[in-house]
């Protein structure tokens, strides 16, 4: 997976634009700055927005050409993000010493999806803040007609409700729902899509 997404993320263009998730940034700036932890994060458009907003980043995805245009998108706007090339599995960070976990479109395969979300889950603080948007299970239904759609094609590394209240259950969760919206994000996220969004608090 590392090829195709240091692929991806070769071109020029943002794959999923520079611009942050909707979602998640409407709820971001509800929460007072503290340090954030961005898995999965791809080309950084929503890392950077969070240093935009005051807080102390750290973020990592697997592939290289990503971190160079997190790095350049964070030089542009004029903020700084603790950047890593890794993987989940070897990630390393101290256990509660995060204010919020953000996972937006971080997908796992089906069999350590509850392990990798129980690891991160364990490295925020009690009283912190977790953010979840991602490819339902119905979404499936949208990317089998349209490409642009995005989003894994194998079921089980898509989201229901029901799993990720299971997953993340030493939160409180305060807002959760599936939904249908229309994404237009960068080349890869484009038209009807099926999402589950998710807020809870580390009890």
């Not at 071109?11 to 503290?34: C, L, R």
């Not at 973020?59 to 090339?85: H, N, P, T």
């Not at 079921?155 to 305060?174: N, T």
Request: aromatic residues 14%; glycine residues 8%.
């Amino acid at each position: 997976m590392k090829d195709f997404w240091n692929a991806r993320y070769g071109d020029e263009v943002y794959a999923y634009g520079t611009s942050p998730n909707v979602f998640f940034s409407s709820e971001f700036k509800k929460i007072p700055p503290g340090k954030a932890l961005f898995p999965a994060e791809g080309e950084g458009r929503n890392a950077v927005f969070a240093a935009c907003c005051g807080w102390e980043v750290v973020a990592f995805d697997q592939s290289d050409a990503a971190r160079i245009k997190a790095m350049q998108l964070a030089a542009d706007k004029g903020v700084e993000i603790d950047y890593e090339v890794t993987s989940l599995d070897d990630f390393d960070a101290k256990e509660e010493s995060f204010d919020a976990l953000v996972l937006i479109y971080a997908h796992f395969p089906g069999p350590v999806r509850k392990f990798f979300h129980q690891k991160l889950a364990r490295l925020v603080k009690p009283g912190g803040y977790l953010i979840v948007e991602g490819f339902s299970k119905r979404h499936l239904e949208y990317n089998s007609v349209n490409e642009r759609a995005g989003g894994p094609k194998e079921w089980s590394m898509l989201f229901s409700l029901e799993e990720l209240e299971s997953d993340f259950s030493d939160f409180e969760i305060h807002f959760s729902e599936e939904t249908t919206v229309q994404l237009n994000e960068g080349l890869y996220h484009v038209g009807e899509s099926a999402v589950v969004r998710l807020v809870g608090i580390k009890k």
